[in-house]
């Protein structure tokens, strides 16, 4: 009989489902912490590092307990974004991005990319699923593109974005054969790629401004033809 994928293996939430069913003693101090939080232990009795990683276990537990914020919290760390990343993008703190990448959501427990493919299917909510599968295919660079507040990009480094992204998903796809029905817009991601780099290679070549040395073409008058004084005082005579 196949073994289910959120197994304790294979869950990337199995070390918060230890700790909510008492299934097993604490290990780390991040788990310490939120078996302080969830069994309402008295202060006096909680270590001084229990005490100080109780914040940023806290604020993962929160997060982890809103429904949008899990999703894409879930999403970006499936998609290999970091600490730094998720820090400058959603002002998530480093030390709430550990305790929740511990306790909450495990990408180590995926040993391969299978493992990670294979979780996302079982996933029942629709709304999480379509979330991770765009995350796992698209990358982090895409959720910030896509989710970020008031993000400020110039237009190369949407460009960027834009091409790392489809190129990534060309190169995963590339091989399916031409009588396949995704044949026809794997063609058009690869045009787009194409385009994209061209525009990239455009933006990133060095602008020749015009020196003084070169040459400038300028339109000037020609002199104005002579009248009958002027060729008068000039001693020219008019033959009778």
């Known amino acids: 009989m196949p073994r289910n994928f959120k197994s304790h293996n294979t869950d990337p939430r199995h070390r918060y489902t230890a700790m909510a069913r008492n299934a097993r003693a604490p290990e780390t101090v991040h788990e310490l912490a939120l078996c302080a939080l969830l069994r309402e232990e008295p202060p006096v009795a909680r270590t001084e590092d229990v005490k100080g990683a109780l914040p940023a276990v806290e604020a993962a537990l929160l997060s982890y307990e809103n429904d949008a914020t899990?999703?894409?919290?879930?999403?970006?760390i499936l998609a290999k974004g970091t600490g730094e990343e998720l820090r400058d993008t959603f002002s998530v703190s480093l030390e709430e991005y550990a305790a929740y990448s511990e306790l909450f959501f495990?990408?180590?427990?995926f040993h391969n990319e299978f493992h990670a493919i294979a979780y996302i299917a079982s996933t029942?909510?629709?709304?999480?699923?379509?979330?991770?599968?765009?995350?796992?295919?698209?990358?982090?660079?895409?959720?910030?593109?896509?989710y970020a507040p008031a993000l400020e990009l110039d237009a190369s480094g949407t460009l960027e974005q834009?091409?790392?992204?489809d190129a990534q998903q060309y190169l995963r796809e590339r091989n399916v054969p031409v009588t396949h029905k995704a044949s026809k817009d794997l063609r058009a991601l690869h045009k787009s790629v194409v385009a994209t780099a061209v525009a990239l290679n455009k933006a990133a070549a060095p602008q020749h401004d015009h020196s003084d040395q070169e040459a400038q073409f300028v339109i000037e008058s020609g002199p104005s033809n002579p009248t009958l004084d002027d060729l008068l005082a000039k001693g020219a005579t008019i033959a009778q």
């Open 70 to 76: 899990r999703r894409l919290f879930d999403a970006c």
């Open 106 to 109: 495990d990408r180590s427990v």
């Open 162 to 165: 834009i091409f790392r992204a």
């Open 124 to 146: 029942e909510d629709d709304r999480e699923r379509q979330l991770l599968e765009e995350a796992f295919s698209k990358g982090f660079a895409t959720l910030r593109a896509k």
